[in-house]
């Protein structure tokens, strides 16, 4: 049988491992899944003939070596700074390796490497990264092919709540890692290209700076700037395209509110709270605001951030418990960041019986024959249940498909590869859509910007 070595058995991991374990037996596969719970990497196997699991510690040099050598394609679904261990030994013993993760200047550096082995090293092939390539080169290299010339690139995607599971006035729950929800953004200016002029939104402002999608059958969202879309003019050959945007996804007025945190400094992760551990909701606000011998919390707030009592915001406020005297997060050395990511997660984890969804946007313009024109091109994914979510669904299956592909033959170019050639993207996507991952395309007038400066 020809054995596949799955390293990660995380949430992201549960579709994957169905949809190799379903080709299973046509494929004649074998699959090792290794995690350092033995218990979870057991469950995702579900008692299947053809899967194993195992207690795997990546940093365990010889049982890394060992599984490696053993397996005839490796993915590995850790996170992305342990992934240069896997890929050096996958070289040695000159092994594929799939992963979804940005490639790192690390990983960069093994091409050569992975050339000369006859491997190929495939990153950025999960959602975002992954998909978004795909799909985004797909619609270029047609406008391409025809003669066309790419003016505009903007490209938007979010992990949300689905529509029956969307229950508060946030229209938003935790779908992933929630850290990285309360840090977003932060770490320099968001900066793009935007009409052949160079922009840059600092952290302070980036919640203020939204652009509205409409996406048909789902409604109104709104969109944030990413950190750095100026990288993907060369990835995607872009260099004279006069906008360049790259953003993620809220539904309408979530960026508003959340400014709200922003500013009071509750999203800081730079510096620890004396005495978190005994904090409640309530002490925690108090932190951000100034002293007044008679103005309560909440007056002090809405003094400082201007939001008046029949404010929506302040409703998004109060949904929250953020002024409980009773709720005591617990965290001991806590920045202000873990603070707010903990109470946060009393009102935003998804109950058992809530679904996710995945929302990608793509608006890409184009001259030609002297005219402007514009493609827009959706994509709506909806989870399951909580194994299956729609976020693991769509990171998982691209990785699965490229394994099998590139275990078969049918993706050959080595070395460290993103799937933005039609080798890879052509028959993942086409694939993809028999599990609900659709993209509608729609011709549109120009969109543009009405900007003089």
């Not at 049982?63 to 030994?89: C, F, G, N, T, Y």
């Not at 950190?227 to 007025?253: F, H, M, W």
Request: aromatic share 10%; proline share 3%.
């Amino acid at each position: 049988m020809r054995k596949i070595l799955i390293i990660g058995a995380g949430r992201s991991a549960s579709s994957l491992i169905k949809y190799l374990l379903d080709k299973s037996e046509s494929e004649n596969l074998l699959l090792t899944i290794a995690d350092l719970s033995e218990a979870l990497a057991n469950k995702k196997t579900g008692n299947h003939k053809n899967a194993r699991a195992i207690s795997f510690d990546v940093c365990n040099d010889e049982q890394r070596k060992q599984e490696i050598q053993q397996a005839d394609i490796v993915i590995s679904m850790l996170p992305a700074h342990l992934h240069i261990e896997v890929a050096k030994d996958c070289i040695f013993y000159k092994k594929s390796m799939i992963t979804a993760s940005y490639i790192s200047e690390e990983m960069k550096s093994l091409d050569s490497q992975a050339k000369e082995n006859q491997i190929v090293l495939m990153n950025e092939i999960g959602l975002d990264p992954g998909i978004d390539h795909m799909s985004a080169m797909k619609i270029m290299d047609e406008i391409k092919s025809i003669g066309g010339k790419i003016i505009l690139f903007e490209s938007f995607c979010g992990g949300l709540v689905a529509p029956e599971s969307d229950t508060n006035l946030w229209n938003y729950k935790f779908t992933w890692n929630p850290r990285n929800v309360v840090i977003a953004g932060q770490g320099g200016a968001a900066k793009f290209i935007q009409e052949g002029t160079y922009k840059y939104i600092p952290y302070y402002k980036l919640f203020r700076r939204t652009e509205f999608l409409e996406v048909e059958g789902f409604g109104r969202f709104e969109a944030y700037a990413n950190r750095d879309s100026l990288k993907y003019r060369e990835i995607y050959g872009l260099q004279n395209a006069e906008t360049c945007y790259r953003g993620t996804i809220r539904r309408v007025g979530f960026s508003k509110a959340w400014d709200v945190f922003v500013q009071l400094g509750m999203t800081d992760d730079t510096y620890i709270l004396d005495d978190s551990e005994h904090m409640s909701n309530r002490d925690f606000v108090n932190l951000f605001l100034p002293y007044h011998p008679t103005d309560s919390v909440e007056i002090k707030l809405r003094h400082q951030l201007k939001i008046d009592q029949d404010d929506v915001i302040w409703d998004k406020l109060l949904e929250l418990d953020l002024f409980s005297k009773s709720v005591v997060t617990g965290l001991k050395n806590a920045t202000p960041a873990q603070m707010l990511e903990k109470i946060l997660s009393y009102k935003w984890t998804l109950q058992p019986e809530d679904k996710d969804m995945i929302v990608m946007y793509h608006k890409i313009g184009y001259e030609i024959n002297g005219e402007q024109k514009q493609i827009d091109s959706t994509m709506v994914c909806l989870g399951d249940d909580q194994t299956y979510t729609a976020m693991a669904k769509t990171v998982g299956l691209p990785v699965a498909i490229a394994t099998l592909k590139i275990l078969n033959g049918e993706i050959q170019t080595t070395g460290v590869q993103l799937p933005i050639s039609k080798e890879v993207y052509l028959p993942i996507l086409k694939e993809l859509e028999q599990y609900g991952v659709v993209f509608k395309e729609y011709d549109v007038p120009y969109f543009g910007y009405n900007y003089y400066d």
